[in-house]
Nanobody, 126 residues
Framework: VQLQASGGGSVQPGGALRLSCAAS????????FAWYRQAPGKEREGVSC????????YYLESVKGRFAISRDNAKNTVHLQMNNLKPEDAAVYYC????????????????????WGQGTQVTVSS
């Protein structure tokens, strides 16, 4: 099982980035996915998750209306579109999944995930 995250970078406040998580080594559309982030000195938090079918998703309150998670089951890829980025969004972002993970309003926070991407840095500053 391998998760490869990409798409991070440095943007000014109000800018946008699109993160991608390419998965391989398992039956992609059997798994729900989550994006997490961790800023220096802070605990890791769930940002968004999407169900295995892609029919529903949940978001951290602070990113609602700005971030959008999606998945392409044909390409085994999960995306996180991040718009109107704020300095407080700066963090290392990780995609993750687990065989028994179900996307819920808790957005995966505290759920023991078995598979993690390597993380991609998002910097938001002027």
């Amino acid at each position: 099982v391998q998760l490869q995250a990409s798409g991070g970078g440095s943007v000014q406040p109000g800018g946008a980035l699109r993160l991608s998580c390419a998965a391989s080594g398992f039956t992609f559309d059997d798994y729900a996915f989550a994006w997490y982030r961790q800023a220096p000195g802070k605990e890791r938090e769930g940002v968004s998750c999407i169900s295995a079918s892609g029919s529903y998703s949940y978001y951290l309150e602070s990113v609602k209306g700005r971030f959008a998670i999606s998945r392409d089951n044909a390409k085994n890829t999960v995306h996180l579109q991040m718009n109107n980025l704020k300095p407080e969004d700066a963090a290392v972002y990780y995609c993750a999944t687990d065989w028994n993970f179900i996307c819920r309003p808790t957005v995966g926070t505290g759920h023991p995930m078995s598979y993690w991407g390597q993380g991609t840095q998002v910097t938001v500053s002027s």
